[in-house]
């Protein structure tokens, strides 16, 4: 079975800051991973994924993770942060699969909240 | 193009109550996903619908909630009846392709609260 992990609940940081948010997972077989963020009063929206290939994916907004498969981490990074990047971020993995889709497994989230 | 819609957004309900919440998925999409997040708890998967067939259900917790997707359309998930521990948020998705390279398209979650 797979399992992911977000090692920090919460991550404050003043703007124009770096910021990186953990992500570590746990699987016996390849995974695809995503992360996911889900503002205030919206739904999650998808920031990037990884599949294959590059282990350096770039999403939306400026973010960009690693994958790391020695280490099995997926963090999540921005050189930069605004105040509008405050939210809760998720990551995710599933099984590669082309049939039908297979459930995402999430971690419990980081909230990030950005100050000036 | 609308995104996946969700109602109510808020649900209140007394323990013993049945409660229906509705997901509008993005047209077209043939896989529509129902997830669940308990305060303080990962967002766990409940079901996936494949047009209007029940793909795969074994995140359903109890014979308590019943979903359907009559006509491979909007979806409803019905919970009766309601117990304290089935608070928290629902969240739908859709997909349009088969495969889980695309990653889902999420509604905004219908918060429920049971007292």
């Known amino acids: 079975a797979q399992s992911v992990t977000q090692l920090d609940s919460q991550v404050p940081v003043f703007e124009e800051a770096p910021v990186e948010l953990r992500c570590n997972y746990s699987?016996?077989?390849?995974?695809?991973l995503f992360w996911y963020v889900q503002y205030p009063n919206q739904g999650l929206q998808l920031l990037l994924k990884?599949?294959?290939?590059?282990?350096l994916v770039k999403g939306i907004n400026g973010f960009e993770a690693e994958f790391n498969k020695s280490q099995t981490s997926f963090h999540l990074r921005k050189p930069s942060v605004h105040i509008s990047d405050t939210a809760e971020y998720f990551c995710?993995?599933?099984?590669?699969?082309?049939?039908?889709?297979?459930?995402?497994?999430f971690g419990k989230g980081t909230t990030l909240s950005v100050s000036s | 193009e609308a995104g996946v819609t969700q109602f109510p957004s808020h649900s209140v309900i007394e323990k013993g109550q049945t409660v229906t919440l509705r997901c509008d998925p993005i047209s077209g999409h043939d896989n529509l996903y129902w997830y669940r997040r308990v305060m303080g708890k990962e967002i766990k998967f409940l079901l996936h619908?494949?047009?209007?067939?029940?793909?795969?259900e074994s995140g359903m917790p109890n014979n308590r909630f019943l979903a359907e997707r009559t006509g491979g359309t909007y979806s409803t998930l019905k919970v009766q009846p309601a117990e304290l521990e089935d608070s928290g948020v629902y969240f739908c998705a859709s997909s349009q392709v088969t495969g889980t390279q695309h990653g889902a398209f999420f509604g905004q979650g219908t918060r429920l609260t049971v007292v």
């Open positions: 699987s016996s077989v390849s995974v695809y």
């Open positions: 995710a993995v599933t099984l590669p699969s082309n049939q039908a889709g297979t459930a995402l497994i």
């Open positions: 619908f494949v047009k209007e067939s029940k793909q795969d």
């Open positions: 990884y599949l294959s290939g590059s282990t």
